[in-house]
């Protein structure tokens, strides 16, 4: 594809994310280039990249272009985002004209009004001091006291953090290689990848590698996680012959892990609301070679919790969040997220923490995951949960996972952050419930 093919996909491609504003914009994306199998894997990175700078930028881009008030937000289209983006990368305005230039398979040339517009950006940086905060660092004006209370000082870098791109992880299947195999089997497949410095199983690709279409992908030695996942997984600590339940288990990004750290041996439950998400499941399990698992469609007045009451030796509840931790791989996400969201979200949370403390034995284990970076999705969630639940305490140092590095193992909470930690953020709780007397 030509420059101009590229930017003219990466318009549409916008222009289908803003047609589905409810709508995950990587789910959007996936559909996007499935109708559109031409467009080949250099071409389709190229389009994302594109579009995925823009959504970054959202709010800082809006606000140049709307700094001239005789514009509304509906004369902001992605044609001008895009042309705006160009420019803030620092492409001349005579080459982003160039690219407009209405030839086949090119966007159409630059109106007399969106010109003016672009001028008006001549000599001026992205981020800039006369931007609000909130604008300056790409969240909603609501989230202000929430960050302030969770942040404070730290507020500004750690949401500076959140806006760069996230890391592409792996997590090696134990259960297939090595570590040190999978390493090599890369290195000769074309890919260049490091070990990572907080998760044994995991391997930091440079850059972003199409992996996807690797061999050893496809015998599933390696899974696409982010390091921070995967240290969910380390947190929960499964073994060999454990019964273990994944509450909220969706496509089992999670269960994969935990499957490997008891090498296949024992039994998981794999629950979620979901029928789409658990059916996701099957292929990567298949895939993995996993086979202790099994699936749960959980339903309106389904007496399948009831039932198992006290059965589980450990229940991993990987709760429904604002997935704040995750905004440098969804940026569009910040745009859709309410403060009605959170507060619904945290309902459902501590409804769902009470389901699962039902299913833990005496003496077992629960553990509380989200990829939220807020207090009240998280140290709160558990204060108040620790207050209701009288049989629950947090897992006492002796008990923790030999598998967290030291730095996590200190508390039986602990928060990862991308600026703190260069993985996406989450936040993890261990706690045990008392033994039967
Ligand atoms: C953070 S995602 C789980 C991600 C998954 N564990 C993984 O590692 O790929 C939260 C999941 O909770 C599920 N969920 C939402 N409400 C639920 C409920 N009431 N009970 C169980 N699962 C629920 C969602 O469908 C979603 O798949």
């Not at 895939?287 to 699936?295: E, I, L, M, S």
């Not at 995951?369 to 998280?378: F, Y």
Request: aromatic share 6%; glycine share 8%; proline share 5%.
């Amino acid at each position: 594809m030509t420059p101009a093919a590229r930017l003219s996909g990466a318009i549409d491609l916008l222009c289908a994310i803003q047609n589905a504003p409810h709508r995950p914009a990587d789910a959007v994306a996936n559909n996007f280039f499935r109708e559109r199998r031409y467009i080949g894997g250099g071409d389709r990175r190229a389009i994302s990249t594109l579009a995925w700078d823009v959504l970054r930028a959202w709010r800082r881009l809006h606000w140049h272009l709307r700094a001239d008030l005789r514009y509304r937000d509906e004369d902001i289209s992605p044609r001008l985002l895009c042309a705006a983006m160009l420019h803030f990368v620092g492409q001349p305005l005579s080459s982003i004209q160039a690219l407009f230039n209405g030839e086949r398979y090119a966007p159409a040339p630059l109106s007399d009004r969106e010109m003016v517009m672009l001028e008006a950006l001549e000599g001026q940086e992205i981020s800039s001091e006369k931007q609000s905060l909130p604008v300056r660092l790409e969240y909603p004006d609501w989230l202000q006291p929430y960050l302030e209370e969770d942040f404070g000082d730290r507020l500004e870098e750690e949401m500076r953090a959140l806006m760069g791109a996230p890391s592409l992880d792996l997590r090696v299947n134990l259960l297939k290689a090595t570590r040190e195999e999978a390493l090599r089997r890369l290195k000769r497949e074309g890919f260049h990848g490091e070990p990572t410095a907080l998760s044994p199983w995991g391997i930091r690709l440079e850059g972003r590698q199409p992996v996807t279409a690797a061999a050893l992908f496809r015998e599933g030695i390696v899974e696409i996680q982010d390091e921070g996942s995967q240290l969910i997984a380390a947190a929960v600590d499964a073994g060999p012959g454990q019964r273990l339940l994944d509450y909220c288990a969706g496509a089992a990004g999670k269960t994969l892990a935990l499957a490997m750290t008891m090498e296949n041996k024992g039994q998981i439950v794999a629950c979620d609301v979901s029928r789409v998400r658990l059916d996701g499941a099957t292929k990567r399990l298949r895939r993995a070679g996993v086979h202790n698992v099994t699936r749960h469609l959980l339903s309106e007045g389904d007496k399948w919790a009831k039932r198992r009451e006290g059965q589980f030796d450990t229940v991993l509840v990987d709760a429904p969040c604002s997935g704040t931790g995750t905004w440098r791989r969804n940026p569009d996400a910040r745009l859709r997220l309410t403060e009605e969201d959170i507060k619904e979200l945290c309902v459902k949370q501590a409804a769902i923490l009470d389901i699962a403390a039902r299913l833990v034995r005496p003496g077992g284990k629960l553990v509380y995951a989200t990829c939220s970076l807020l207090g009240v999705e998280n140290q709160k969630q558990i204060e108040a949960f620790l207050k209701r639940q009288e049989k629950y305490s947090l897992l006492p140092a002796e008990k923790r996972s030999a598998l967290l590095p030291e730095a996590l193992r200190n508390e039986a909470l602990f928060s990862l952050t991308p600026h703190g930690f260069g993985t996406d953020g989450f936040f993890v709780a261990t706690m045990e419930k008392a033994a039967a007397v």
